[in-house]
């Protein structure tokens, strides 16, 4: 054999190799209430391509330069927008996957580097044509026509995404999906409290929209699940994280340059909507916004913090502050809970167990009661409950020329609206004489 030859044979053997550079390995799927994730497992990046066929409803996926090698026969499809998965080689080299719908979707299809579980993949969402989740709204107690505090559990990752991986198999998915649910079931069993989670199964929700949803629930605080993980075994304990005051910045510049943003309320029913408002003050508007949640969160995250205390020793002593997407809402106090770290076999070994997994949600629990007992939101039954214990012990004023309501709520600490909801005042009007009733401070 000569040289010539050699060099063809050896030509001939790369293209080969680079026929078969992308193979497909598994393909996995996860409904979601608002959408399905279809997942290609790849032995290495494949360039690919995401079109819509129409009559009837197909979605087709190229990619170049691969191979399927598994069965996509056993998916089960029951749950999701598919009827069928088929597949076929296109051009000798390529793969194309078609998928039969049920119904015509909106797909998002994009890459992921791997990590500690999975290698390269593909990944194609399939969202519903109609419109967003459906709106919960905030329940009312009938006697005092006071609604509940609401509370949106966020558990983090999901899905394709386990989050940190732990000795033992133990995954973050896992044990913040079971510590939401306990948390969620304390908030609902009280008075005056409800809750809903982002995710209620194993699939993944994007960052933006676990706030987006918080947002469409008209959440009054946000709760984030994580356990922690480093490369040391030794990094223990829990942590409470709120937004940096840099990434609320950050926040506010986003939202005034996304258009569609600008016709959405601040602080949910009632408030102040964006889309009639100049630059100038669409920005002090959501600055001053953010700058209230922020404070709230501080707030609410250090009531937290210091009933975290009480069971697991604490990794930081006081509310962390870093740029989490998943804090981000400029109206709504939102705040991220370290469980632990799983990463360390002693806290993974209490993060998996159903008891403590109901002791730190406890702890969590007890820490959100305390900070809503000293700052319930207007108009919840537990702010008019706070307004009963007052009248239960409250004094007398008469009233002198030159008083002002707002001047008498001030000097007794009350809030103005607490003092004329307990007078049955419709205005700030007052006449010389007229004796007001005092709630105690």
């Known amino acids: 054999m000569n040289r ?81 998965i088929r597949s076929a080689k296109r ?27 999975y290698g390269h993949r593909l990944v ?21 026509q006071r609604r ?22 133990v995954r973050e998915k896992d044990v913040v999906l079971a510590i939401s649910r306990e948390l969620q079931a304390l908030l609902n069993q009280k008075k005056g409290y409800s809750s809903r989670l982002t995710r209620k199964g194993d699939y993944f929700i994007p960052l933006r929209q676990r706030t987006t949803l918080a947002r469409e629930y008209n959440a009054d605080l946000m709760v984030s699940i994580h356990a922690d993980a480093f490369k040391s075994p030794d990094a223990s304990g829990a942590s409470v994280y709120a937004l940096s005051k840099r990434g609320a910045t950050s926040e506010t510049a986003r939202w005034l340059a996304t258009k569609e943003n600008m016709s959405d309320l601040i602080g949910g029913v009632g408030s102040v909507s964006l889309d009639d408002k ?57 705040i991220l809970v370290e469980t632990g770290f799983i990463s360390n076999p002693v806290e993974s070994g209490r993060l998996r167990t159903q008891k403590y997994q109901r002791k730190i949600a406890q702890a969590i629990y007890q820490g959100l009661q305390g900070y809503f007992d000293e700052s319930p939101p207007p108009g919840t039954y537990v702010a008019w409950q706070k307004l009963q214990q007052r009248v239960a012990q409250g004094q007398t004023y008469k009233i002198e020329r030159g008083d002002t309501l707002s001047e008498i709520a001030a000097r007794n600490r009350v809030s103005l609206n607490d003092l004329m909801q307990y007078n049955g005042l419709k205005d700030e009007q007052l006449r010389i004489g007229q004796v007001l009733k005092i709630p105690a401070s």
């Open 4 to 84: 010539w030859h050699r060099w063809i044979l050896l030509g001939g053997w790369l293209l080969a190799a680079q026929a078969l550079a992308g193979s497909v390995s598994n393909v996995r799927i996860w409904p979601a209430p608002d959408h399905t994730r279809l997942v290609f497992d790849l032995s290495s990046p494949a360039d690919h391509k995401v079109f819509s066929l129409s009559a009837p409803d197909r979605l087709v996926i190229d990619l170049n330069d691969a191979e399927l090698n598994t069965d996509m026969g056993d998916i089960k499809l029951d749950d999701s927008p598919i009827r069928r």
């Open 91 to 117: 051009n000798q080299n390529d793969l194309r996957v078609v998928l039969d719908l049920k119904q015509s979707v909106k797909p998002k299809s994009f890459v992921l580097q791997p990590n500690d579980q």
């Open 124 to 144: 194609v969402d399939l969202y519903g044509s109609g419109g967003s989740v459906s709106e919960v709204t905030k329940s009312v107690d009938e006697q005092s």
């Open 148 to 169: 509940d505090i609401l509370v949106v559990v966020d558990p983090g990752h999901g899905g394709d995404d386990p989050g940190a991986l732990g000795p033992r198999g």
């Open 278 to 334: 100049d630059d100038v003050l669409a920005g002090v508007l959501l600055d001053l916004s953010m700058t209230a949640s922020l404070k709230s969160s501080l707030s609410v995250g250090d009531h937290v913090l210091r009933s975290v205390k009480s069971v697991s020793k604490l990794h930081k002593k006081r509310v962390e502050q870093a740029g989490f997407v998943v804090l981000k809402s400029p109206d709504i106090p939102s």
